[in-house]
C-alpha cells in the first residue's frame, strides 16, 4: 500500500511536527497543572518549578544541541522540514511566552493563593521595623562573610560565571579607597546560601509561614558590600550553559576518567541563555549580553526570582498536609511479602509502581545475596540516586562471595558522577562492573539471578534462573513518583534471552537470537515494524485491528510513517505519549484513525508498553524504550511479553483506563498543540490506580 492516497500530496512538514517545539508543548501542560485548583496549593506550586526545571534542561540540552548544529551544519533539515536558525527562532518565540506564564502564574495566582493560607513572601517595602533589623543581622553574620563583590576593571575582568547559578549585577557610583569608579560590580550567590529565609514566628506577619528571597536580603543591604560608594541598582541575573557531556568513546582508553575529566568542565559550557530582572536598565543587561557573546533573542527577562525552581524548598518547609497530596502506602503484593523465589517459581508476578511497592525488587536482590543457593547475579543500572539500597544489596552480595556483575550506564545524563561513585564502590567489594558497549547508552532495566535448586525433572541440582525486567529504573525514590512496570519471571526462555543480551554487554561476540525479547540495536524497530504491518494486513481481511501504545515520546520518522500507513489501512491507533510526538494525528486521508493523548498528574508517566489485537490474538509488550531513533537505534534496549493471560488483562485495563481518562488527559492537534479533555464526572486514572 503506498504512504499516501494519490490524490494527498504532503510535504515534510505536513508529516512531521517539530520535536523541540513539542517538548516546549509538554511543559505547557506541566505549568497548566499549577492553575488547576483541584491540584492542593503546594502541589501547584511544585508543577511550577517542575516547568521551570524541565525548560533548565531543555536550554542547556536541546537548545545548545541546536545553537552547535546551526554552526556546524546550517542547511540541515530535520524531519520536518526545519533547519536549526528556524527551529531556534520557533523556541524563541514560544519559550518566551511560556517564561511569561510562569511568572504571570506565580506572580498573580500562587502568591495570592499562598497569602491566602498566610504563607508570605514578604517584599523589602513590606519589612517591619523588627523584621528589617533581624534581616540586617542575618546579612551581616551569614551572608557578608561568604560573599565576594568584584568590581568591574582591567584588573578585575568579568568572572567566570557557574551554570545556572545566582548572580547579581551592582551599579556603583563614588570613588573606592583606590580612586577608582568603574560602575558595575559583580555579587555571586554561593550555592550553599539558602535561597529562602524564613523570618522567626515571633517577627512574622499574618502567620507562622513567612519567607524573604536571598536576593531581597542582598538588594537590601547591597551598600555594605562596597564601603563608601553607592549601588544606584541591584540586578539579579542567571546564565544557563551547554551542559552536554563530550566524551570521544572511540579514543577514551577509560571511559570513567574521560567522564570523570568532562564532569568538572560541565558547569563552564557555552553560554545559552540569559535571565534577568525585569526591572533592570537595557544599559546593564546588555552589557552582559555582550560579555556573555549573546543575542538579544537569548535574553529573557523575569519578573521575580530567576531560579523559580529554588520554590520546591516550599512545600518542605511549610507543614500543611492540607495543602499536599494526601500521603499514600503502596500496596505489596501478598505473594510477593515472603520467599521470593518459591512466588516467582510459581508463576510471574506484575508490579505497577508506585501504586505497587518498590520494596520488593530490593528485597529480591536482597535475598539473593543472602540466600547460600544463589550463585549469581547480574544487573543493569542506570540512574540509581545516592545511597542506594539496591546498590547496597549488591555490595552485600558480593561480600558474601556471590558472582556479580553489573552494567553500570556512566553516561546517564546529570547521573555521571552517582553513577561513577557507585561502580567504584562495586569495584571495592569484588562485582564485576562493565560500563556497556561503546557508542551505545545501556538503558535497559534487567536484573538475572542464577541459583541451584533440587528438581524432580531435571535431576537432584539444576540451575534456575529468575529475572525481573522493568520499564524504570532501579531507583526506590523515583518509583515512588514514577509510573513504571515491572515484572518477576522464571520464564526459562525469556530468562535465557536476559542472559543473551548479559552477554553481549560483558563479551564480544555476534548478534544473538533471542526468542521472545524484542532488543534494540538489533531486532526492537524491525519487529515492531512487522507487527504495525501484521495489522494493516488484519484490517485489510476484516478482521480485529487496533495498536495501543503508551510512551514517553514518538519522534522516530519511520515509525511515525509506519503509524499512517496503518491508519490509512484502517487501524484504529490509539497513542498515549507523555511529552514529544512528532506525528500530527486527525489529518484526513493520513491519521484520521489516530488518536494522541498526554496525561498529566501526580506521578511522572514512564512506563512504556504496546499492545497488538493481532486479529483478536493479542500481543502485549512493555519496554524500556521510547519510540525515537536514540532507542531504536542508539541504545541498547528490551521490550518483554506478557505472557501470564491473568497479567495481560490487567495491563489492558490499565491502558483502557488511560483512554477513558477525561480528567488528566490532554488531546494532541494537528497544528501540534493540545487541548485539554473536557472535564466529565469522574476520577483521574491516577486516582482509581491509588485506590486499586
Not at 298 to 304: A, I, K, R, Y
Not at 567 to 583: E, K, T
Request: hydrophobic share 40%; aromatic share 8%.
Amino acid at each position: 500500500m503506498s504512504e499516501t492516497p494519490p490524490d494527498l500530496e504532503l510535504q515534510p512538514a505536513d508529516l512531521f511536527l517539530n520535536r523541540e517545539l513539542s517538548l516546549l508543548e509538554f511543559n505547557w501542560r506541566v505549568l497548566a497543572q499549577a492553575l488547576d485548583e483541584t491540584v492542593p496549593l503546594l502541589e501547584r506550586l511544585k508543577f511550577l518549578c517542575i516547568s521551570s526545571a524541565n525548560l533548565d534542561e531543555f536550554f542547556e540540552i536541546r537548545v545548545a544541541g541546536l545553537q552547535q548544529m546551526a554552526e556546524l551544519n546550517p542547511l540541515n533539515r530535520g524531519a520536518d522540514g526545519m533547519r536549526p536558525a528556524e527551529t531556534l527562532a520557533a523556541i524563541s518565540t514560544r519559550a518566551r511566552a511560556l517564561i511569561a506564564e510562569q511568572y504571570r502564574v506565580f506572580n498573580e495566582v500562587l502568591i495570592p493563593a499562598l497569602e491566602q493560607e498566610k504563607i508570605r513572601f514578604v517584599r523589602r517595602t513590606e519589612w517591619s521595623p523588627e523584621q528589617d533589623a533581624w534581616l540586617h543581622t542575618y546579612f551581616q553574620n551569614e551572608l557578608m562573610p561568604v560573599l565576594s563583590p568584584l568590581g568591574l576593571d582591567p584588573a578585575h575582568p568579568f568572572p567566570r560565571i557557574l551554570n545556572k547559578s545566582l548572580n547579581f549585577i551592582v551599579q556603583l557610583s563614588g570613588k573606592d579607597a583606590f580612586g577608582r569608579n568603574t560602575g558595575f560590580a559583580v555579587v555571586q550567590a554561593p550555592r550553599a546560601l539558602p535561597r529562602l529565609i524564613q523570618i522567626p514566628r515571633e517577627i512574622a506577619g499574618s502567620g507562622p509561614y513567612d519567607f524573604v528571597f536571598l536576593s531581597s536580603v542582598i538588594h537590601a543591604y547591597v551598600d555594605e558590600l562596597f564601603p563608601g560608594m553607592q549601588a544606584g541598582g541591584c540586578f539579579q541575573f542567571r546564565l544557563t550553559r551547554n551542559s552536554d557531556l563530550l566524551v570521544d568513546e572511540e579514543e577514551a582508553k577509560d571511559l570513567m576518567e574521560a567522564l570523570e575529566g568532562e564532569l568538572s568542565q560541565r558547569q563552564w559550557g557555552d553560554i545559552v541563555r540569559l535571565e534577568v530582572a525585569h526591572n533592570c536598565p537595557e544599559q546593564m543587561w546588555q552589557y552582559l549580553t555582550d560579555v556573555a557573546q549573546l543575542t538579544a533573542d537569548d535574553v529573557f527577562q523575569v519578573n521575580g526570582p530567576v531560579n523559580l525552581n529554588r520554590l520546591l524548598a516550599i512545600p518542605d518547609m511549610v507543614d500543611r498536609p492540607d495543602l499536599k497530596y494526601p500521603l499514600y502506602v503502596p500496596h505489596v503484593p501478598k505473594a510477593l511479602s515472603g520467599d521470593l523465589f518459591t512466588a516467582i517459581r510459581e508463576r510471574d508476578h506484575l508490579l505497577h509502581h508506585p501504586y505497587d511497592s518498590f520494596t520488593p525488587v530490593v528485597e529480591f536482590l536482597r535475598q539473593a545475596a543472602r540466600d547460600p543457593k544463589v550463585l549469581a547475579i547480574k544487573q543493569t543500572l542506570y540512574r540509581t540516586g545516592d545511597q542506594s539500597s539496591i546498590v547496597d544489596a549488591l555490595i552485600e552480595a558480593a561480600s558474601n562471595g556471590k558472582e556479580v556483575t553489573v552494567v553500570v550506564e556512566l553516561r546517564a545524563r546529570f547521573d555521571e558522577a552517582n553513577n561513577i561513585d557507585l561502580a567504584e564502590k562495586l569495584q571495592e567489594v569484588g562485582a564485576h562492573v562493565v560500563y556497556g558497549v561503546v557508542g551505545y547508552k545501556t538503558h535497559a532495566k534487567m536484573c538475572l539471578i542464577v541459583r541451584r535448586e533440587e528438581t524432580v525433572v531435571d535431576g537432584p541440582s539444576a540451575l534456575r534462573q529468575y529475572a525481573h525486567l522493568g520499564t524504570g529504573n532501579y531507583h526506590p525514590k523515583t518509583a515512588r513518583i514514577y509510573t513504571d512496570y515491572g515484572l518477576f519471571t522464571a520464564d526459562p526462555v525469556i530468562c535465557r534471552d536476559v542472559h543473551a543480551v548479559f552477554l553481549q554487554l560483558t563479551s564480544l561476540g555476534k548478534v544473538m537470537k533471542l526468542d521472545r525479547l524484542l532488543q534494540s540495536p538489533f531486532t526492537m524497530a524491525k519487529e515492531v515494524h512487522g507487527k504495525i504491518e501484521r495489522e494493516i494486513a488484519h484490517a485489510s481481511a476484516g478482521r480485529p485491528a487496533r495498536i495501543i501504545a503508551k510512551m514517553n515520546a514518538l519522534v522516530e520518522p519511520d515509525m511515525i510513517r509506519a503509524l499512517y500507513r496503518a491508519s490509512q489501512a484502517g487501524v484504529r491507533v490509539d497513542l498515549i505519549v507523555r511529552g514529544m510526538c512528532s506525528l500530527r494525528p486527525g489529518v484526513k486521508g493520513l491519521s484520521d484513525n489516530i488518536e494522541v493523548r498526554s496525561v498529566i498528574g501526580r506521578f511522572l508517566e514512564h512506563h512504556r508498553a504496546y499492545c497488538f489485537e493481532n486479529g483478536g490474538d493479542i500481543e502485549l509488550y512493555l519496554s524500556s524504550a521510547d519510540w525515537m531513533e536514540r532507542n531504536l537505534f542508539k541504545r541498547v534496549e528490551v521490550a518483554f511479553p506478557i505472557l501470564d493471560k491473568r497479567l495481560r488483562k490487567r495491563i489492558l485495563a490499565h491502558l483502557q483506563g488511560y483512554l477513558e481518562d477525561t480528567a488528566q488527559s490532554w488531546f494532541l492537534q494537528a497544528d501540534g498543540s493540545y487541548q485539554r479533555a473536557e472535564r466529565i464526572e469522574g476520577k483521574a486514572i491516577q486516582q482509581k490506580l491509588l485506590e486499586g
